[in-house]
C-alpha cells in the first residue's frame, strides 16, 4: 500500500539514536573473524558465549570464521532492570564440555567495568586451555574499574548505556538488528 515502507520498521518507543546500524555491525564483525583468523589460527576454536547479550553476536562472529568452531555457552548474573554492573559477577553453570587442551575465544557483549571478563578469565585459565582470547561487540574504557582489555574489540563507544543486537534494558530492545542509545535511565 501506498506509503506502508515509510513507517515499516519504525524506532521503538525508548530508543533515542542508532549507533550501529545492522550493515556496520555485519562488515565490522567481518573484521574482526579475520583478524581472530590471522591472530588465533586456523586449527579450530572454541567459542565461550556469554548468554545472554553476546547470543547474537557470537552467532553472526562463529558464521564469519572459515574454520571448525565449538560453541559453549555461559551465563552471568544480569543487570536486570539496573543500569550499573555488579562487581563480582557469579556464574551459573559450568561448560558443557571440557576446554583443557584447547584454543578459546571468549565472546562477549560488553567489555564495561571489567569484572566480568576479568572473573571469567581467571575461571578459565583454570580449565586448562591452551591459550584464551578474548572478543567483544563494545568496549567502555571509559567505566574500567579493572586493568583489563579485550583482544579484539568491535567498537569503543563512551558512557551511555546501549541495547540491541542482543542487549537488553529489562528484556527489552533485545532483538533490534541495531545498536541504540536510549531516551534516559528507565
Ligand atoms: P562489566 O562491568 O563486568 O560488565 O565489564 C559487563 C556486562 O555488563 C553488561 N552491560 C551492559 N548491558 N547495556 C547492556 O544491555 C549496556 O550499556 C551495558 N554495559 C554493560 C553486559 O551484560 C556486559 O556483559
Known amino acids: 500500500m501506498p506509503g506502508d515502507s515509510l513507517d515499516a520498521n519504525p524506532t521503538p518507543e525508548g530508543i533515542k539514536s542508532i549507533l550501529f546500524d545492522e550493515t556496520t555491525i555485519d562488515q565490522r564483525i567481518k ?5 581472530i583468523e590471522e591472530r588465533c589460527g586456523s586449527d579450530g576454536l ?3 558465549c556469554v548468554l545472554t547479550g553476546a547470543l ?19 551465563r552471568i548474573g544480569s543487570y536486570g532492570n539496573r543500569l550499573n554492573s555488579v562487581s563480582k559477577p ?9 576446554i583443557r587442551g584447547k584454543p578459546v ?10 569484572h566480568t571478563l576479568s572473573a ?3 575461571d578459565l585459565e583454570k580449565q586448562n586451555p591452551s591459550s584464551i582470547h578474548s572478543c567483544v561487540l563494545l568496549d567502555k574504557p571509559d567505566r574500567r574499574q579493572v586493568d583489563i582489555e579485550a583482544d579484539f574489540v568491535g567498537f569503543t563507544i563512551p558512557d551511555a548505556f546501549v541495547v ?20 534516559s535511565a528507565q
Do not use: H, W
Request: aromatic share 10%.
Open 46 to 48: 572454541t567459542i565461550i
Open 56 to 74: 547474537m553476536f557470537a552467532a553472526d562472529l562463529a558464521r564469519k570464521l572459515d574454520f571448525p568452531v565449538e560453541i559453549d555457552c555461559l
Open 164 to 183: 540491541g543486537y542482543g542487549l537488553d534494558f529489562a528484556e527489552k530492545f533485545r532483538a533490534l538488528p541495531y545498536i541504540a542509545t536510549l531516551e
Open 120 to 122: 571469567l578469565m581467571s
Open 105 to 114: 575465544l571468549i565472546v562477549d557483549d560488553i567489555l564495561d567495568t571489567g
Open 90 to 98: 557469579k556464574f551459573s553453570a559450568p561448560l558443557k564440555n571440557s
Open 31 to 35: 573484521e574482526l573473524a579475520e583478524g
